[in-house]
């Protein structure tokens, strides 16, 4: 009967196999189509933030011939230092162009003509003149920064395929830019400006400089502050802390702040800090403060693993020698852990680094250009500026922005890359 | 088959003149090694030839060779480690699952060699039916976990057909009285032994020709035992059967033949009264008699 | 004495406390055979002393710090007369900080009236008495501590049990942080929320349909309008998490399967940490990509085939939501799943089923309540993102379900009514805490829950 019912079953089991392979196959597909939609919103993330932040990593110059005539630039002769560094550039400039297009005779066509240059060039040709004095009274060819609009053309991301009114290069400005070039007068360069220059109204002026020392200082006050509370915490709930009720508490509280919203920090921060305690607004000290509260868990969990994971047996030999617990924990345990502790930390900070939304609550979302000395001076960290240019609807600004991103992201993947080098290190111990 | 006419009178004649070396170090050592007693029969259901399985770079198994007659139950015993359940997983491919798990040699069941390119996988383990060390019902009802295997398979074309599919599983499996007015409870609330029958009424619900048992009982106190002992006396009308056991006791009682495995090897095999009154390889001796294990 | 010098001066103390301590302990045994009749190591004698020194000085100091500027102003404004005392609050505060810029020399007297010239004399006065007690508290504090620690050295006082007895409850008060910091947050948010809800009926907010904050400027209006109403907020907020976890469930726990069921230990290997580069990438970042690459996609994609779809449409800033929560949803699932005793897989494949019939007929069912927990956190992360919404998401908010209109969310309303200058009697502003309280119990409701649900999963297997 056994046989029969077996045969049966056999035949019955091999009728149905095509169908289930079918599904199978198909089953697995999905499997392979999830992953790939993981990889292709990755690539295509990145790639759309190299492709427009790639080209704000070069700076357009035109060289203008630069009629440096003390008349134009209202100097009187032998000028002192202080008479130069108030002289009127920008009228030199402006004539200069004027010279160099005399078609342009309209208010209009002159106001599109200066507008080949930066605002900024005006302050680069006094800098230059300020060096070389010899050059006043003559005219000469100097390089000028060209402004982001013509930046932008020259750099081929606007064409004259677009309709003029849907772009701010007007098609004059592209004739003239055109001639500049086929004199061999436009040059790309190395933007060094958006490394050493603060936030400005202008695409072409702006830099992260003071977003990179915001977020410096900010970091610093994180790390000071989340490190050494974060190992101390994890200390005492691995080595000292009793079971009770208390301890609990205090485990649950870490494992909740660890999924509370980042904006909330936010808002203690700016209702306990700044409020209540009245620190100054819009300071890396108060930022540095909120996230490390908001960094706490992180490193508070990832420092647990590390200290659990030190065999008990160091433990015990220290313990048998007649150390303390602390001693032993201090001179034993914490050295072997500290890799560990070191990866966990790291990636707080990484976190820290790209956090923005707490901050914007404690006013680190201002307009600043200069570089801020300590961590009580306003500024901005690298994440906010990125926003606050994210909102910006100029096309320079776009790509300023992709760019800081870059640079945000290096920064993170350096982080990531030594808290991974750790960890191998560790695990091969 | 050719060679299993040769091996066969080579085993047999050479069984009682060698006495190997007590060393079980050097005795692992050896590359080549014969296998004492009967390890062919005339009518197999299963044949395994030459199986040697490694995980990575690790042996686990030298040179096996070892039919498993119809209807009988064949009981595999020696101390931890010595292959004898790796051996048992050959038999229905489990060990596919395990991917540096890597199995040389001859498997046939009825004749059809099941390590074929052309060899399903699934057919195979319905025909080769498990049932593994700890129960492990699926956290499903009870009729859940008896009707799972038929409603794959699609064995059963309405719910009179599965309900009388899983009843007379359960019944073969003696547990039916036991859950007949319980059959909606989760299958995770029996006892240790009742959730063990209704794994071994699960395996029976597809029909299995083969039942494979990995030491089914070590996790059961002796009273449970005893039930799935019987259980299986009463199985082998209709099965054939391979367990793998750590009780030489449980061996004794269940199986109608014997093989000794030690350290990827099998050693012995023979009658069950035989090996265990008449050892003829002093390792299997030395098991049996207690003297490690 | 500035902060920082008074600080650095109370750490040279404790070094020399250290010092004292240490060559105390020597003294206190010359005549008993050296430093062996000691209890602990002369070392110990020198922490207890520096501690001694140190800790109470420090808290003094600390606590000044907080509290001197409030009680300074509070001394100050008692002094002024009746007329500047009964100013509205934003006015009094403008008229003070007149009076505090010009005592710190920023502006001349010249924007200034005479009470207020006064009163900045007052303050500069009051504020270097300040500095100069607080010198002073803090040194002596410093020495009486110093000396009292100094005064017990014995050669049987257990100094070592002693200095770790002491650090043993700063390591506590370390991980008590956490506990302060969940106060600090539930405090800060009540207290205004609570202030709120005295301008705003606590049940217009909740069941109100209608969120329009900008007319609270003009005071007749709040009450009347109700424009406080949190359902929008609440809906737009849904619905954009919705959008999100229709894109991360699938993909995130697809992917865990796949990566952890069927794919090569090297193509694992390779993949995930790949993926995980997704979880790395800042908001800031995601939020740029939905603005301005992927709704101005949509919008173009949807206008070719006829659909109007806003600028800031809510699909756009969930998808990328959803995104950015894929590696989330796929690592919690990968350890539910791989929590699963590989028992069940072996008992399914025994009998024959093949792999996509044991993960959704065995594997899946039996970690449903993990999975379930799992998106659980994830919800709780989305609702509580902040960047993405805020720079993709609309501003007005909409009571509606359609994905491809715009909408706004609780964590964009916080930003806009708390970005730039505030007054805090002011409801616009005080709503903002309002939501923050609501999102804080939302997101800490369904992390309980779900931490609930995935620790009673994974008991259920141990």
């Known amino acids: ?429 | ?293 | 004495m500035e902060t920082t010098t008074v600080f650095l001066v109370l750490v040279l103390l404790t070094i020399i406390s250290f010092f004292m301590g240490r060559k105390r302990s020597h003294a206190v045994t010359s005549g008993l055979g050296g430093a062996r009749a000691l209890h602990s190591l002369p070392k110990h004698y020198g922490y207890m002393a520096a501690l001694w020194a140190l800790l109470p000085a420090l808290l003094v100091l600390v606590l000044w710090l907080v509290f001197e500027h409030g009680v300074i102003t509070r001394m100050v404004l008692s002094e002024l007369p009746p007329a500047v005392q009964d100013m509205p609050a934003s006015q009094q505060g403008l008229y003070f900080n007149q009076i505090v810029s010009y005592a710190h020399g920023a502006t001349d007297a010249s924007m200034l009236d005479e009470t207020q010239v006064l009163a900045a004399q007052h303050y500069r006065f009051y504020d270097s008495t300040s500095r100069s007690i607080k010198a002073l508290l803090v040194f002596l504090v410093a020495l009486a501590g110093a000396i009292l620690a100094l005064r017990q050295i014995r050669p049987a006082l257990r100094a070592r049990n002693h200095v770790e007895g002491i650090l043993k409850w700063m390591l506590f008060g370390c991980s008590f942080l956490a506990v302060l910091t969940t106060l600090g947050i539930v405090m800060s948010v009540l207290f205004e929320a609570i202030r709120f809800f005295q301008a705003i009926p606590i049940a217009d907010f909740l069941f109100g349909l209608e969120w329009s904050p900008q007319m609270a400027i003009r005071a007749d209006q709040v009450a009347a309008s109700g424009s406080f109403g949190f359902v929008p907020l609440l809906v737009g907020t849904l619905l954009i998490s919705a959008v999100a976890m229709v894109i991360a469930v699938p993909v995130g726990l697809m992917s865990a399967i796949y990566l952890s069921e069927y794919a090569t230990r090297r193509f694992r290997a390779v993949t995930k940490p790949v993926l995980e580069i997704l979880a790395g990438v800042p908001t800031v970042v995601y939020g740029f990509f939905a603005a301005l690459t992927v709704a101005p996609f949509i919008r173009g994609l949807g206008e070719s085939i006829g659909l109007h779809v806003a600028s800031e449409s809510a699909l756009a800033a969930g998808l990328v939501m959803g995104i950015m929560i894929i590696p989330f949803v796929m690592s919690l699932s990968d350890d539910i799943i791989n929590a699963v005793p590989d028992t069940l897989r072996e008992a399914s494949l025994g009998m024959g089923a093949t792999m996509n019939e044991t993960i959704r007929k065995v594997l899946l069912p039996a970690a449903l309540p993990g999975i379930v927990g799992g998106i659980l956190l994830a919800v709780s992360r989305a609702i509580g993102e902040t960047m993405i919404v805020v720079m993709a998401a609309g501003l007005s908010a909409k009571l509606t379900i359609n994905p491809l209109e715009a909408v706004t969310t609780i964590t964009v309303q916080i930003v806009t009514l708390l970005v730039g200058d505030q007054e805090f009697d002011n409801p616009k502003t005080l709503a903002a805490f309002a939501l923050g309280l609501v999102l804080f119990f939302v997101t800490l409701l369904l992390n309980v829950i779900a931490l609930y649900v995935v620790r009673k999963y994974r008991e259920q297997y141990e």
């Open chain 2, 1 to 293: 088959m050719e060679r299993v006419e040769q091996q066969e009178p080579v085993a047999g004649s050479k069984g009682d003149a060698i006495r190997p070396p007590l060393d079980i170090q050097a005795h692992s050592e050896q590359k080549d090694y014969e296998t004492i007693g009967t390890p062919f029969v005339t009518d197999p259901k299963m044949t395994a030839r030459n199986v040697n399985v490694y995980y990575g770079d690790k042996q686990a198994i030298t040179t096996i060779s070892l039919d498993i007659g119809r209807n009988e139950v064949i009981a595999m015993i020696g101390p931890s480690g010595c292959g004898k359940s790796t051996f048992l997983r050959t038999l229905n491919r489990m060990n596919d699952i395990i991917p540096i798990c890597r199995v040389e040699g001859e498997f046939c069941l009825d004749g059809d060699d099941i390590y074929a390119d052309d060899q399903d996988t699934v057919l195979l383990r319905a025909r080769v039916g498990m049932v593994f060390q700890k129960p492990n019902p699926f956290p499903k009802s009870i009729y859940e976990n008896v009707a799972y295997g038929p409603k794959i398979h699609g064995l059963a074309h309405s719910k009179a057909e599965l309900d009388e599919i899983v009843e007379d599983s359960l019944r073969r499996a003696s547990l039916f009285n036991e859950v007949k007015d319980q059959l909606d409870k989760p299958g995770t609330g029996l006892s240790g032994g009742q959730q063990q029958r209704l794994c071994i009424a699960r395996a029976i619900a597809v029909s299995p020709e083969v039942i494979l048992m990995d030491e089914p009982c070590s996790a059961l106190d002796p009273i449970a035992t005893a039930r799935i002992e019987e259980l299986i006396d009463e199985l082998k009308e209709n099965y054939t059967i391979a367990i793998v056991t750590h009780s030489m006791q449980q061996a004794a009682r269940v199986s109608q033949r014997t093989a000794y495995f030690h350290m990827g090897k099998l050693i012995e095999v023979g009658d069950t009264k035989q090996i265990f009154t008449m050892p003829k390889h002093e390792l299997t001796e030395n098991y049996i008699t207690g003297r490690f294990g």
């Open chain 1, 1 to 429: 009967m056994s046989k029969q019912t077996s045969n049966k079953a056999t035949a019955a089991i091999r009728a149905s196999l095509k169908k289930r392979y079918a599904r199978e196959r198909r089953f697995q597909w999905y499997g392979r189509l999830a992953v790939l939609t993981g990889f292709v919103f990755l690539f295509i993330l990145l790639a759309d933030i190299v492709g427009k932040g790639w080209p704000a990593f070069t700076q357009h110059y035109i060289e203008v011939s630069v009629n440096l005539d003390p008349e134009v630039l209202g100097l009187p002769p032998n000028a002192t230092r202080e008479q130069m560094f108030t002289a009127d550039y920008l009228g030199a400039i402006k004539s200069s162009l004027r010279a160099m297009f005399p078609e342009a005779t309209g208010r209009k066509d002159k106001q599109q003509l200066y507008r080949l240059v930066s605002i900024g060039a005006e302050y680069d040709l006094r800098d230059r003149v300020l060096k070389e004095p010899q050059l006043i009274g003559h005219t000469s060819d100097i390089w000028l920064r060209a402004h982001a609009e013509a930046g932008s053309y020259l750099k081929g991301q606007v064409t004259a395929e677009t309709a003029e009114a849907d772009r701010r290069v007007k098609d004059q400005q592209m004739g003239w830019l055109d001639r500049l070039r086929a004199d061999g007068r436009t040059e790309s360069r190395f933007n060094t400006t958006f490394f050493t220059q603060g936030d400005s109204r202008e695409p072409e002026m702006a830099g992260i400089r003071v977003a990179l020392y915001g977020s410096f200082f900010t970091l610093l006050v994180t790390f000071a502050i989340a490190f050494p509370i974060g190992v101390a915490a994890a200390v005492y709930l691995e080595e000292f802390a009793p079971r009770n009720r208390l301890t609990d508490l205090i485990e649950i509280n870490i494992n909740n702040l660890a999924a509370v919203p980042s904006i909330v920090f936010g808002l203690l921060g700016l209702a306990v800090f700044i409020n209540f305690f009245e620190l100054p607004r819009s300071a890396p000290v108060v930022g540095g403060i909120v996230l490390s509260l908001m960094t706490l868990p992180t490193i508070i969990i990832t420092s647990r693993a590390a200290i659990q994971a030190v065999s008990p047996s160091i433990r015990q030999a220290a313990l048998g020698v007649g150390a303390s617990k602390l001693q032993t924990v201090v001179h034993h345990v914490l050295p072997v852990a500290m890799p560990g502790i070191l990866t966990g930390s790291i990636i707080g900070m990484a976190q820290a680094l790209g956090e923005s939304a707490p901050l914007l609550m404690i006013g680190m979302v201002a307009f600043i250009m200069d570089v801020p000395a300590g961590v009580t001076d306003p500024a901005t960290v690298l994440p906010v500026q990125i926003y606050l240019w994210a909102d910006s609807p100029e096309r320079g600004f776009t790509e300023k922005t992709s760019a800081a991103i870059m640079v945000l992201m290096g920064f993170l993947i350096l982080m990531n890359a030594l808290a991974v080098y750790l960890r191998k290190r560790f695990e091969m111990k």
